[in-house]
């Protein structure tokens, strides 16, 4: 483990830590010197990628399988990292879900089962989070978010809405958590390899590098690098900004 | 004295003359003048030949069909390079030459000229002698991706291409060589057999990411006596059989002789559309060219099917499916491909795309290429379509299953909870949304540089020469030393224009087809 690493000791907990972006932030966490705690529900293989990636800074990692859409399962998640490691200092929520599909077949099924887990999901994880945050009064949460959530761009508008949400809600929870030294932000990702690229039709995957001043989509690891940033101790003073990280793009 | 002196009457022509081109003859192969007329309904290529006479053949059986067809045309795209240059007119200069009026989407490379069948419609002329080399084939292919850049789709021929020793190292070239990428798929025009009978060819097939472009022209016992001169109908079912466990993606390609097997299209299409493995069905009027297509009918002007009885064909064997949802392809000329796509609804019942999109909108996603693309055009047209249906349906109406079915689709395409790779995106798109093409090739009888000029099928020479295929076929094959090694070479003479003069008889005359 990283003595003196950026995040060196603290207890973190990533959703969605099976997918391609949630192992880059896990991966750069664990490289920083975390105790890196990640959920997972689905694909078991990649589960073990990520735990492997973990565990290969030798760093103390725990994979939890959860249905984070079901109401319960946010407060058993933090409960075990906080009765495991005795508290929790960062949590991201970065488990989502996109489909592509036009605004006039979007049904209440659809917008509901994609909002659980996008949105409520966050909710109920920072509710849970913030219990022992407050306590110690310190704490960081990083939300990630898109760039649909913020800009005018071809994408589902059940998922644009759900990132929409996310950004309001970590911009007053910021202004409400702020005073007991929890920072919140978030970061509105733009196409990484793996997470939800592959919703994206190839074309508009185009038109995203060729307008992007990098001409290439991010690397996990790139995010997990913002990522680690915000959740370290090094960000004293951002505080309900959602941050573009999208290689130039639309910023 | 009494004279009777009839008055001079002045008589119309049996045909009114639509436009003028150029042919060649069926006999002697020189270029000649060639009209293009409309009589009864119907459209006809009339051509003389000073040595041979006059000649006459039926090219649409629906001169609305026809006339209407001519509309759709687009500006053809340019290939990134041409290879030869314009010296004696068309169609002496193919190459592509600077006067070609589009790029290839479709070309063949013909690995070798060795088949264990003897078709009495093939339309090449195999010597079973040549066997490309790695080094021309390489070549073969450098030259297409320098003219064209990216292809859609690549297809290798023959002879029969799965007997080529090196077979499996072409393609791996094709799909994992220095074009990797730039070739959307890799067809391999077979007869089968090797895929019916040889598991550890079949497996290889698979696993190297090939399409079988089968040729499959009858379902049942009798036909392929007649057309590929021996009974092939169990190896063909043992084919479909080892295509559907390997999940091999396949295009089905009929071969259509008028009488033959012309009452099988309504059953040839259900059955293809019926296959998740088919992407695709190709129905290939016969032409007739090469060591068997020349010989197959002792009248070839009569023995063809035009473009608009294929579509009535299948309207009257089908029930179902109308002979308004095919339209030209624009990309070629229209009397040379026709297509229409069809989307499987939740019911599995199929609609054609020409029924729910718009049509202009339709017309433009399928210019200058021969697949659609999930591009933004084709997104458009979707949503478009989409939008419109979604605002006019009512609940329990066909209208309401097809948008359920299209969010179905969508639902199980571009959903991160089941993450697809584009390659899995495709093929789950061609299992949903199936293309019908009737591609016309042209024989000696009506050939017509009209469409030579917008050609987009080439064969890839390992010269550098990309020829249209119907030119190739009836006027280079035969002189390619790669199969006739002594060959005179092509030399071009057009008709001088005194002697075509001097050699105009009354129509009628010559060798009437």
Redesign the interface.
């Known amino acids: 483990m990283k003595a003196d690493g950026l995040l060196a000791g603290k207890r973190i907990l990533v959703t969605g830590g099976s997918g391609g972006l949630g192992r880059g932030i896990c991966e750069v966490m664990a490289r920083e010197g975390a105790q890196v705690a990640f959920t997972w529900n689905?694909n078991a293989s990649n589960c073990a990628a990520t735990e492997a990636a973990v565990r290969r800074y030798g760093n103390d990692c725990m994979a939890m399988q959860a249905d984070l859409c079901e109401p319960m399962a946010a407060g058993r998640v933090v409960t075990e990292v906080e009765q495991k490691w005795g508290g929790l200092d960062v949590l991201v929520n970065n488990a989502?879900?996109?489909?592509?599909?036009?605004f006039?077949?979007i049904e209440d099924g659809d917008l509901e089962d994609l909002m659980e887990l996008n949105f409520f999901a966050a909710f109920r994880l920072c509710k849970a989070a913030l219990r022992g945050m407050i306590r110690q009064k310190n704490g960081r949460i990083v939300n990630i978010s898109s760039i649909a959530g913020a800009r005018t761009i071809p994408g589902p508008v059940h998922y644009a809405a759900s990132k929409g949400a996310l950004e309001g809600l970590t911009r007053s929870l910021a202004h409400e958590v702020g005073p007991y030294g929890i920072l919140v932000n978030a970061v509105a990702a733009g196409i990484f390899e793996g997470?939800?690229?592959?919703?994206?039709?190839?074309?508009h995957q185009k038109r995203y590098t060729d307008a992007c001043s990098l001409s290439r989509i991010g690397q996990p690891a790139e995010c997990g690098e913002l990522v680690a940033w915000l959740a370290s101790s090094r960000n004293t003073y951002m505080n309900g900004s959602v941050l573009f990280l999208d290689g130039g793009t639309l910023a | 004295m009494n004279i009777s002196t009839q008055p001079q009457v002045k008589k119309d022509r049996d045909a009114s003359f639509l436009s003028y081109t150029r042919s060649i003859c069926p006999v002697c192969k020189r270029s000649i003048d060639a009209h293009i007329v409309l009589r009864a309904d119907k459209i006809f290529m009339q051509k003389r030949c000073p040595a041979h006479g006059f000649f006459e053949v039926e090219t649409s059986s629906d001169a609305e069909y026809y006339i209407n067809s001519l509309t759709y045309t687009k500006p053809g795209t340019m290939p990134l390079q041409f290879a030869t240059k314009v010296e004696h007119g068309c169609p002496a200069d193919c190459g592509l030459c600077e006067e070609h009026q589009q790029h290839t989407c479709s070309p063949i490379i013909e690995i070798n000229d060795v088949c264990d069948l003897t078709c009495p419609v093939c339309i090449v002329r195999n010597q079973q002698r040549y066997s490309m080399t790695f080094d021309e084939f390489k070549r073969a292919v450098d030259t297409i991706i320098a003219a064209e850049g990216e292809l859609p789709i690549l297809l290798l021929s023959g002879g029969e291409p799965t007997l080529h020793k090196e077979f499996f190292e072409f393609c791996d070239y094709v799909m994992h060589g220095p074009h990797a990428g730039k070739i959307k798929r890799l067809l391999i025009s077979t007869h089968g057999r090797k895929i019916a009978n040889n598991r550890e060819f079949a497996e290889r097939f698979k696993a190297g990411g090939m399409y079988a472009s089968l040729q499959f022209d009858s379902l049942k016992a009798g036909v392929y006596p007649k057309i590929r001169g021996v009974e092939l109908i169990d190896m063909k079912m043992k084919c479909i059989e080892v295509i559907k466990e390997l999940d091999i993606p396949t295009v089905l390609v009929p071969t259509v002789s008028k009488g033959d097997n012309s009452d099988e299209l309504g059953a040839l299409m259900e059955f293809g559309l019926a296959m998740d493995q088919v992407s695709s069905i190709v129905i290939q009027p016969m032409a007739h060219t090469g060591d068997g297509g020349d010989f197959y009918h002792k009248s070839p002007a009569g023995h063809r099917l035009t473009m608009p009885e294929v579509h009535q064909l299948i309207e009257e064997q089908t029930g179902w499916f109308k002979r308004s949802y095919f339209h030209p392809v624009p990309c070629s000329h229209p009397s040379c491909y026709t297509a229409t796509y069809l989307f499987r609804m939740n019911d599995s019942r199929y609609v054609p795309l020409p029924e729910f999109v718009n049509i202009r909108q339709y017309l433009d996603a399928m210019a200058n290429r021969t697949l659609l693309r999930t591009d933004s055009a084709l997104e458009k047209m979707l949503l478009d379509s989409i939008t419109q249906l979604w605002s006019t349906s009512k609940v329990g109406d066909d209208s309401q299953v097809i948008l359920d079915s299209l969010k179905h689709f969508l639902k199980e395409t571009f959903n991160s909870r089941n993450p697809l790779s584009y390659d899995e995106v495709e093929r789950k798109a061609e299992a949903r949304c199936k293309a019908i093409f009737i591609h016309a090739f042209m024989d000696a009888w009506d050939l017509d540089v009209t469409r030579l000029k917008k050609c987009c099928t080439s064969y890839v020479l390992p010269d550098g020469r990309i020829m249209p295929g119907c030119s190739y076929n009836n006027l280079y094959r035969h002189k390619d030393r790669r199969f006739f090694p002594m060959a005179e070479p092509v030399t071009p003479q057009p008709v001088p224009f005194k002697s075509m003069l001097k050699a105009v008889k009354t129509e009628g005359e010559g060798n009437q087809a």
Do not use: F, K, Q, Y
Not at chain 1, 96 to 102: F, K, L, N, R
């Open positions: 689905g989502a879900i996109s489909e592509s599909i036009p006039v077949l997470g939800l690229r592959s919703t994206i039709p190839e074309h």
